[in-house]
């Protein structure tokens, strides 16, 4: 497997081995762990990447269509393709978002 170890999203210590937790590039785990950073995070709040991130959705409902754009400008042509974006309400004001990439 090629690719490279970085962080992992949400950093964290590796209490196995006593070192910070990494992930391999070249993994589904580390192409969810970038969808995972890039929702949880509001455009804006990196101040080195001001256009990582979406709007924040706590007081509108969750655009999809919004996020692959704000996605696909962010990163460009990447490993990760989303295929599928599935949002469900759970009691009228909760939505769950569910990303499918490959």
Excluded: C, H, W
């Amino acid at each position: 497997m090629s690719g490279q170890l970085v962080l992992s999203y949400p950093f964290r210590f590796d209490m196995r081995n006593g070192k910070f937790a990494t992930t391999n590039t070249a993994t589904d785990t580390y192409k969810a762990q970038q969808i995972t950073a890039f929702l949880r995070t509001e455009k804006g709040e990196r101040a080195l990447f001001p256009d990582f991130g979406i709007d924040d959705p706590v007081f509108n409902t969750f655009d999809s269509a919004a996020f692959l754009d704000s996605f696909l400008g962010f990163y460009g042509k990447t490993d990760i393709e989303i295929q599928e974006v599935e949002i469900t309400e759970d009691s009228g004001s909760t939505q769950d978002v569910a990303v499918r990439f490959k």
